[in-house]
């Protein structure tokens, strides 16, 4: 395992139970350094997804410890984990999108929370939604775009707060080549501006030539880091 | 988080969902309607008891030969019996008097009787506070024993049939009242269910990108209370209407008149509608709760 000074993710001994004896991870020692970007693979059912639920406290470890930007989870108070979800952007590989939502509105939620001013996020939504290309769809309906569009709503909805942490959970898993290059794309353009990326993917071919990190998961365990 | 953002999505919600919203409405308006209804039915009818228990009064007839001279001593200890509201003395010639009066066009039929034959008597209005069956017939059997006193009389069968109609009638308030309530629970809270299962996506959305509970309950809440008080109101609106228009039909026959039905108290309008919105809210927290674990 690679030793970082200041990490910005870290997993020590972390392990997943699901009753009634079905082990899900196993031992994962993990340190992830603020600004890299690492690409997560393994077969399904390796463990990938319940990886990254735990790192935004969907699911919590039945042993080990979990460090996110200096918040120790299992300290966590429920009260407490909007806090953490506002440092951590998810991209999921269903999109979860508001269908009968505007692309504005899905956007816009993320700083809604954070209870930002009708003026600011105005202009930081219709920033974030050009950026990703999709300027001219604001105002359309979440239903009528097109999957590779959908996702990268979800890509704007997950950084337009500026989070410090992006977590991708297979979002290239339903586009085709193409739509898949340009998720890439806008993930190393994030990732260039200073965001923390995990991008669980199985799909080879995106980190096969890649210089970027890759760990691997196995029935649970982490085989490369 | 700002009670203005809450209400600005709540208000926004409620357009986009307008039609769910006024479902639920409409059926916590039913559900308050049947409670109005049954409410304003044993709110009247428990009047109409009280009212009539209220007219009861012993009446205690004296001997013919008491003096004139005991008749003060003898008011004075009526009226110091525990529990007396008033005592009023009715001479011989008072009694013969009403019993004219009674009669109104055939008085000469009682033309040639002495106004004496009657005996004097005294009506002995029982306390309301105190008021009960069993304090009725102790102070009757009391009165009874005395040596000035003939007869005494208070109605006995109608205040054991009004006791016994009395006790139905609670049983059956307190009985309905109860399954009435669990309905209401069951049917606004499964309604509300369904309103937040239709949008359990939405809140796990909100929850991944850090809506806090206030951010996702607020609104949820404040449709609530504003579905139970505008439903409460327009059931209240309806009952009322309706019960103006029962009362006109009938009016004509004079019985209702008599009867000298209301219409529910404000107080207790105020505090239904209240307690109808405060109701939903609770049961949209419960039903939350399940969606929000995430």
Known sequence: MISIDHPIIELKGVGKKYHPDILALEKIDLQISKGEFVFLTGPSGSGKSTLLRMLYCAESPTSGTITVDGMDLSSLYRSQIPQLRRKVGVIFQDFKLLYNKTVFENVALSLEVMGLKKSQLEKRVKQVIEGVGLGDKIFRKAVQLSGGEQQRVAIARAVVNRPPIILADEPTGNLDRQRTKEVVTLMNELNARGATIIFATHDETLFQDSHRRLLMLEKGRLKRS | ?294
Request: proline share 2%.
């Open chain 2, 1 to 294: 988080m700002a009670f203005g953002v809450i209400l600005k999505r709540a208000v926004r919600d409620f357009r986009q969902n307008f039609v769910t919203h006024l479902m639920t409405t409409l059926v916590v308006a039913l559900t308050c309607l049947i409670f109005v209804f049954f409410s304003l039915f044993s709110f009247n009818l428990q009047h109409v008891v009280e009212r009539f228990g209220r007219q009861l009064a012993i009446i205690v007839y004296l001997k013919k030969d008491v003096s004139q001279e005991r008749i003060p001593t003898i008011y004075q200890k009526i009226a110091g019996l525990a529990g007396i509201e008033s005592v009023r003395f009715v001479s011989s010639e008072e009694a013969f008097k009403r019993l004219e009066q009674s009669f109104k066009d055939e008085k000469e039929v009682l033309q040639g009787v002495d106004p004496l034959f009657l005996p004097p008597s005294f009506e002995v209005q029982i306390n309301r506070a105190v008021y009960h069956l069993d304090r009725i017939k102790e102070i009757a059997a009391q009165l009874s024993q005395w040596p000035e006193v003939d007869k005494v009389q208070y109605g006995r069968e109608w205040v054991d049939r009004l006791e016994a109609f009395s006790r139905i009638v609670r049983g059956a308030v307190v009985a309905s009242g109860i399954i009435l309530l669990i309905t209401a629970a069951f049917v606004v809270s499964n309604t509300i269910k369904l309103t937040v299962f239709a949008r359990q996506e939405e809140i796990e959305i909100m929850r991944l990108v850090g809506g806090t509970s206030g951010f996702i309950q607020g609104p949820f809440l404040l449709a609530a209370f504003f579905q139970g008080t505008v439903g409460s109101s327009a059931a209240i609106l309806v009952s009322f209407f309706a019960y103006r228009y029962v009362l006109g039909m009938l009016d004509y026959t004079g019985l209702v008149r008599s009867l000298n039905l209301d219409f529910l108290p404000l107080e207790y309008i105020a505090l239904f509608i209240l307690a109808s919105g405060l109701f939903c809210v609770v049961g949209t927290a419960v039903a939350l709760r399940r969606f929000l674990r995430l």
